[in-house]
């Protein structure tokens, strides 16, 4: 059973260009999250897509986008990219279940894309 | 809004040894659930232990413990016979029981030494 995978493994970029980052999740699980780790710091929430929609957002710019497609993998898209959007960005899944009894809660996390914006 | 509190930034501890990692966290919900995750070097998050607001009892996975006190809203590892392979960012995390994002301390960064 594959668990969570991410592509690329790595990537260099410029500043003002653009980028896509893919996701596929475990199987079984419809739900994907994205986050971004920088250096020394704790992941933060990007946004959350269920249902091929955006579910939940946390406070990054509209520069952040993301998709989910029918087979419930996903794609992060971050436009005009700044130095200060170097980071490890981190993709995870979580089963279908709603939030309630016997919900674990539990995200899975892919190994991530290190992105360099230089 | 949640935060999640991780004083320690650094931590060692001698081979089969037992050492706490401490957290902190402010909420206002009733409804929650709080994790530990770790991250090696190779940077894949892994979930050590899961611990539900509404259960009392704090939750053990193998060598890993909790100690769960929902009043003071603190929620520690405790590692027990620590091995080298213990050795990485440890990740306290908290999730709002009707909501998706996991809110995560800065980390502590745990070196088990032979």
Not at chain 1, 11 to 25: A, D, F, M, N, Y
Not at chain 1, 61 to 84: C, I, K, M, T, W
Not at chain 2, 23 to 52: A, G, H
Request: charged share 15%; hydrophobic share 30%; with cysteine.
């Amino acid at each position: 059973d594959a668990g969570v995978t991410q592509s690329p493994t790595h990537l260099i970029k410029t500043r003002g260009q653009q980028v896509t980052l893919r996701c596929s999740p475990k199987s079984g699980h419809d739900t994907v999250s994205w986050y971004q780790q920088a250096l020394g710091q704790g992941p933060q929430f990007i946004f959350q897509y269920y249902e091929e929609e955006e579910r939940q957002r946390g406070n990054f710019p509209d520069r952040f986008s993301g998709h989910q497609f029918p087979n419930y993998s996903s794609e992060l898209n971050v436009n005009a990219l700044l130095l200060g959007d170097s980071a490890l960005y981190l993709c995870a899944s979580s089963d279908p279940t709603v939030p309630g009894q016997g919900w674990s809660g539990e995200q899975y996390f892919g190994p991530g894309t290190r992105l360099t914006v230089t | 809004a949640q935060t999640v509190t991780q004083s320690q930034p650094e931590m060692s501890v001698q081979e089969a040894e037992t050492v706490t990692l401490s957290c902190t966290y402010d909420t206002s919900e009733n409804n929650y659930y709080l994790f530990w995750y770790k991250q090696p070097p190779s940077r894949q998050m892994i979930l050590v232990i899961r611990q539900e607001a509404y259960k009392q009892q704090n939750a053990t996975e193998n060598r890993f413990s909790v100690n769960f006190q929902k009043a003071a809203k603190s929620f520690s590892l405790k590692i027990s016979d620590s091995q080298l392979g213990d050795t990485a960012m440890y990740f306290c995390a908290f999730l709002e029981g009707s909501n998706y994002k996991l809110t995560f301390g800065k980390g502590t960064l745990l070196t088990v030494n032979p």
